[in-house]
């Protein structure tokens, strides 16, 4: 009952929810919400601003003119290009710069704006549950609260997280949130997660999910408990660096009290319900600019110097790119890579390899991948915080990517490359781990960013034209959050980890 969590919501709603739900429910070309109005007969409004939730959070988050997850648009640069899983063939000068205002601020302002940002309904959805004593959709808040300002302070660092999103409260404290440090963030979303869990678990039959405005899980409410705890996993195994996270781990993976991912059926996707809203459909690139990068068809391909992990091509590689037209009518196919890092390609669009049409055909997001928590369960054996057989893990982690993207794993292409990764393991582990999670997540940008930050792999090269010649490790809070909320941001910037350094090339907490 909702009795048993503290109530820290005592304030009015002062604003009406016809007010908050005008500013996210434009269609942004997402699943369409097949709605019955007179279905929703238990706490409607709940209802509603859950609906609005996901389709706000990817319009304004994933779906603006800057992708974090599929790794184009402004802020790509940061995602899916900075970790070099993607690349354009000319990249703007601000991407080469790391323009502060043309790529931090437009993320911070999706997620932050008192006019539409998508912690907006997210805040208000938990607000109106705790007042409605709805255990369910208190639980799916938190968990969108954590999901989404997980993306967040990953990039940035100390954000606002207690008070993230309460504006409509109209208090100082809202208005202008105070900047929560990561390592207090990070309790503070598994917290939240593992209470979600906990009320799902718990909370009254007749408290049910909408299932009509549920894109991701249709209504089950198993399923939004697979997703909170495997995003637990994930959460503590990235701030594993920096703090002892095992025996959490080990309760989460060993309890059956905390359901995970048991498959890729179970995995939180959506598809939009126009082709052309995908980002890599031809009507979003019709000049064929967005490729996979030189650094992962390298891998791909069987090769890729320090970063190699198998002696054979990938399967996935002929899934994602064509070889080029040059070398097909030469009669020897082959693949070849964008360069990361150029203003302007002037070699032939045949030399390289395009995306093939499955890719531009897709049209489907993954939150979180079922191979990537098996990938993690392998890095958590290696590391001995559980037990179990790392290599038939690692595999099984592999095998779950092959199938999610449609690969026949009895074919000899396939099984002569399970064996190489196998034989190329042993010594290598964390490397090939964490390199195949920087595969699978190839759609997910921020993913492939927070990967490589962490474990350092694969090791990655700047272009000719990039301005600095080394990574960038974070966003840097911009002039316009100095303006509006400058003695909040200027407490995040003097305290650890930053000391005073506001860059885009210090670390977040958990990279130290």
């Known amino acids: 009952m909702m009795k048993r969590i503290t109530k820290i919501f005592d304030k009015s709603i002062v604003l009406s929810l016809s007010c908050i739900l005008m500013f996210s429910t434009c269609d942004h070309g997402f699943e369409e919400l097949n709605i019955n109005p007179n279905q929703s007969e238990n706490d409607p409004s709940l209802d509603l601003l859950f609906g609005s939730i996901l389709p706000g959070f990817i319009g304004q988050v994933i779906g603006q003119d800057g992708n974090p997850v599929t790794g184009n648009g402004g802020t790509a640069n940061f995602g899916g290009e900075l970790s070099q899983q993607f690349a354009n ?65 990953d990039l940035f660092g100390d954000v606002p997280y207690i008070d993230a999103g309460k504006g409509f409260l109209l208090e100082d404290q809202y208005l202008f949130p105070k900047f929560d440090p990561q390592q207090e963030i990070y309790k503070a979303m598994l917290n939240d997660l593992e209470t979600a869990n ?7 039959s007749n408290q049910l999910i909408d299932s009509n405005r549920d894109l991701l899980f249709a209504g089950d409410r198993m399923a939004w408990r697979k997703f909170a705890n495997s995003l637990r996993i994930r959460i503590l195994m990235r701030m594993s660096n920096v703090e002892d996270v095992g025996s959490r781990v080990a309760e989460i993976f060993n309890s059956p009290d905390s359901p995970v991912l048991e498959g890729v059926k179970d995995e939180p996707s959506f598809s939009f319900s126009f082709q052309e809203n995908w980002p890599y459909s031809l009507s979003n690139d019709p000049n064929n600019e967005k490729r996979l990068s030189a650094t992962m068809v390298d891998i791909l391909n ?24 040059a070398s097909i009518a030469n009669g020897s196919p082959e693949y070849v890579g ?175």
């Not at 208000?124 to 969108?144: P, S």
């Not at 906990?198 to 009254?204: D, F, G, Q, R």
């Not at 198998?310 to 070889?323: E, W």
């Not at 958590?380 to 990517?401: C, L, N, P, W």
């Open 302 to 325: 069987g090769e890729g110097g320090v970063n190699k992990v198998a002696d054979v091509r990938d399967p996935r590689l002929p899934v994602f790119v064509n070889p080029t037209i």
């Open 198 to 204: 906990s009320l799902l678990a718990s909370a009254p």
């Open 338 to 512: 964008q360069p990361v890092g150029l203003i302007s390609d002037f070699a032939d669009d045949d030399e390289r390899s395009m995306l093939t049409d499955y890719v531009r055909e897709l049209n489907t997001v993954w939150l979180l991948t079922y191979a990537d928590l098996l990938l993690l369960k392998a890095e958590a054996v290696h590391r001995g915080m559980i037990s179990g057989d790392v290599t038939q893990i690692f595999e099984d982690g592999v095998k779950a990517s092959l199938d999610r993207f449609g690969i026949d794993l009895s074919v000899s292409e396939t099984t002569d490359f399970l064996a190489s990764i196998k034989s190329n393991f042993s010594g290598n582990e964390l490397k090939h781990i964490a390199i195949q999670r920087w595969i699978d997540n190839i759609f997910q940008g921020m993913e492939g960013y927070a990967i490589w930050r962490r474990t350092d792999f694969p090791i990655l090269v700047t272009g000719p034209d990039a301005t600095f010649d080394e990574t960038p490790t974070r966003y840097s809070y911009t002039s316009h959050m100095l303006s509006e909320n400058g003695e909040n941001v200027n407490s995040a910037v003097n305290r650890a980890p930053l000391n005073g350094l506001n860059t885009s090339f210090n670390k977040v907490w958990w990279d130290q």
């Open 89 to 153: 063939k000319n990249s703007e000068v601000g991407r080469l710069s790391h323009d502060e205002n043309a790529f931090h601020w437009v993320f911070w302002f999706s997620v932050y704006s008192e006019n539409g940002g998508a912690m907006r309904n997210i805040a208000f959805l938990i607000e109106e549950a705790a007042k409605q004593e709805n255990e369910v959709y208190m639980a799916l808040g938190l968990i969108y609260k954590a999901f989404t300002l997980g993306y967040t302070t």
